[in-house]
Nanobody, 117 residues
Framework: QEQLVESGGGSVQPGGSLTLSCIIQ????????MGWYHQAPGKQRELGAT???????NYAASVKDRSTITTNNAKNTMYLQINNLTPKAAAVYYC???????????WGQGTQVTVSS
């Protein structure tokens, strides 16, 4: 059964940076495009960035200039580096991908990012 474990969140000052990690368990031998999502209080979950096995990335306009999505396929790990954090970035961040059936893997617990002075 697939399991997603997000980590790396925390509390930072405006302008700070964080690198979030997503460990995919068990190993995925047939890698599928993956993405980072975030959900702020009172908001729906929003897709922020995606990456393919070949490294092609796409970013939502809201994060395009401050986020970088990468993977370490050998470690079944995906990362999201967020720079120049603002209070608007405060949210719970999730990773996920779709199975061949088109269904999402069960969502993990997410990792919370807070931004405060």
């Amino acid at each position: 059964q697939e399991q997603l474990v997000e980590s790396g969140g925390g509390s930072v000052q405006p302008g700070g940076s964080l690198t979030l990690s997503c460990i995919i368990q068990p190993i995925i031998f047939r890698f599928r495009p993956m993405g980072w999502y975030h959900q702020a209080p009172g908001k729906q979950r929003e897709l922020g960035a995606t990456i393919t096995n070949s490294g092609v990335t796409n970013y939502a306009a809201s994060v395009k200039d401050r986020s970088t999505i990468t993977t370490n396929n050998a470690k079944n790990t995906m990362y999201l580096q967020i720079n120049n954090l603002t209070p608007k970035a405060a949210a719970v961040y999730y990773c996920n991908y779709k199975k061949g059936s088109g269904d999402f893997v069960p969502w993990g617990q997410g990792t919370q990012v807070t931004v405060s002075s």
